[in-house]
Each structure stands twice: as structure tokens, then as C-alpha cells.
């Protein structure tokens, strides 16, 4: 299995990162930067190679997704693409692509101000991008929003980019906090000093 040269969620080439797991010969797993941990049947792998698509942007989310969450990944095999996927809530639409990605950013030490470097062809699943453009138009879109601002940014090509010391905004959190539920004060009374004496 190691003669595999690239990824088939995202079509990258494999790097000396690349990581694979051999114990089941009926199962392809690696684990790759862009995606995670990936799981997939031989079986569906020869499928999706003969389709000569090298882009399955839904897959590739939701194994990132899955690993940045530390979750185990679901097995890609015929009856997930088939019905399994339907089980999976992911962001179809620009906007719910941004929102999921600060979401994200926002759970992972956002909240506290903490700083990420991120990538666009690394990072590009985490928000289900179509492709890496899509993330920087992600990520411009959450700047100009004022959610989100970065230290520097490096291009290195084909609209490959570097964002360093990303830092989401007061405005990014509060958004995010908009969006969370108000915990109920249930069951608070007022605590009287009692002398344990009488």
C-alpha cells in the first residue's frame, strides 16, 4: 500500500509526513496534514481512482474535521458515500464555510487569544473548501469582517498562502458567543450561613 504516491481526497502528493497504518490489508489508512486521519476501503479507493477525480472536498472535511476534533474518522466504503454521509451536517454556502471556520479557530484557544499559523493547501478541509482559493477568500472574508486578523501573510504560489499569528477579534469571539446557548440559573437560591451548633 505504501506505493501510493498521493491523496485521494485532496489529489496532494505525499510528503515525508505522510504516516501509514497496515494492520487491515483491506483498508487504506494514512495520516496526512491536509486530512487528517483517512480510513478508506480498497474497494471504494479503486472506485474513486477509476472516477479520475482528484478533489472530494466533503471527504477531506470531514476526516480533518474529525482528527482536529480528535474523533475517530468514519470508514469511507460504499455504504457511507451511499447513506452514511447523510449522517454528516457540513457547510454547503461561503458564509456557513466562514462561520465554521472561525467556530473552529474559536474551540481551539480562540476564545483565549490564542495565535495559529495556518496554510491554505494544509488547511483548506478544515472549512470544506472547494479548493485552497476558497480558503483565502475565507479568510479574507473574515478579516474584512473584522473576526479574525493576522501578523503577516507569505504567498508562495498558485495561490498557495501562509498566515501567521492569526488571532481571532473581540468581534470574532463575540460572534461565536452570539451563537451559544445561555446556560440557565436553575437551582440557585439564596445561600444562608447556618451555625451547624443549633
Known amino acids: 500500500m505504501n506505493d501510493i504516491l498521493s491523496c485521494i481526497l485532496t489529489g496532494f502528493k505525499f510528503d515525508n509526513t505522510v504516516k501509514f ?15 487528517g486521519l483517512v480510513k478508506i476501503a480498497l474497494s471504494t479507493y479503486t472506485v474513486l481512482v477509476n472516477k479520475k477525480q482528484t478533489n472530494y472536498p466533503v471527504l477531506a472535511g470531514i476526516c480533518r474535521n474529525a482528527f482536529e476534533n480528535e474523533q475517530e474518522p468514519p470508514l469511507i466504503n460504499e455504504e457511507f458515500l451511499s447513506t452514511g454521509i447523510k449522517n454528516y451536517k457540513y457547510p454547503t454556502e461561503f458564509r456557513e464555510k466562514a462561520m465554521h471556520l472561525l467556530r473552529h479557530l474559536y474551540n481551539k484557544g480562540g476564545k483565549a487569544y490564542k495565535t495559529f499559523d495556518l496554510s491554505s493547501p494544509r488547511d483548506y478541509p478544515i472549512c470544506y473548501g472547494e479548493e485552497i482559493d476558497e480558503f483565502n477568500r475565507v479568510m479574507n472574508f473574515l478579516e474584512d469582517k473584522y473576526l479574525i486578523k493576522w501578523k503577516d501573510s507569505n504567498e508562495f504560489g498558485r495561490h498557495r498562502k501562509k498566515y501567521l499569528s492569526v488571532q481571532l477579534t473581540d468581534s470574532g469571539i463575540e460572534q461565536i458567543d452570539k451563537e451559544l446557548p445561555a446556560i440557565p440559573l436553575i437551582g440557585l437560591v439564596t445561600q444562608k450561613n447556618y451555625n451547624l451548633e443549633h
Open 21 to 35: 497504518d497496515n494492520s487491515n490489508p483491506l483498508v487504506l489508512s494514512y495520516e496526512f496534514a491536509p486530512v
